[in-house]
């Protein structure tokens, strides 16, 4: 008898096939056990172990402060829950960036540590090196481009990227670039819609946008946008789906005024 549970799972080779049939492919992030499980069983067909962790989760102004010991950590939070979707992790800045042996390194060590299904990485030809190393060891990477916000130094703005022509060319040299090193996806972010319909046209991988419009082969937003548990964040991308800040504050306050007035616990709630 199998020890694995008998349930079908999304590999890269769905995504591929999905892309083929034009079925668009829906992706959130999810840094925990309670959460991904909730998103696994609703059908997700990817979940990101985003390193948007750095702002969702620990308050950081931007995803340069994440470590490598934190992703792990949150993927295999994740990755316990998860039954269905491909789990891919991002890798953070400076675990990739400085050479390729570091960098296989930092996937191998996400992939063991965590039991992830594969890894984000972004950049394009500066990074060539790394991703070949990786894929090279058997380990699927998807690309992210377009807005990439470990550079957000570097950019100096949260803004569209690519609207100017040669940055357009360049970015879509480096999604032809990814395909070719054998990336199974990219993720673009905040870009000219028609841009992103460009290259989802002329790439045969995924395409996965966010900020990029729908001519795209699939959406991922972070999930406490998306929910509303963020409030301060709201680019004109951004669906919210849900209002979970107020709908916690409501709750909270009546529970403390229940504690308060001596409503909770009634009879029945104890023993
Ligand atoms: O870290 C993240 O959540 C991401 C998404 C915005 C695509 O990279």
Known sequence: MSVHKEVKRV???TLQEMKQRGEKIAMLTAYDYSMA????ASGIDVILVGDS???TMAGYETTLPMTLDYMIY??????RAVNHALVVVDLPFGTYQGNSIEALNSAIRVMK???AHAIKIEGGQEIQESISRIISAGIPVMGHLGLTPQSIFKFGTYGVRAKEEKEAERLIADAKLLEELGCFGIVLEKI?????AKVAQEVNIPIIGIGAGSEVDGQVLVMHDMLGITQEFA??????????ADEIKTAVNQYVDDVKNVNFPSEKEQY
């Open 235 to 244: 680019p004109r991308f951004l669906r919210r789906y849900l209002n979970l």
């Open 53 to 55: 962790a750095s702002n």
């Open 74 to 79: 949150h993927a295999a939070s994740v990755v």
């Open 192 to 196: 000219p819609a028609t841009l992103a």
């Open 37 to 40: 499980k909730l998103i696994d």
């Open 113 to 115: 540590e965590s039991g």
């Open 11 to 13: 590999t890269t080779l």
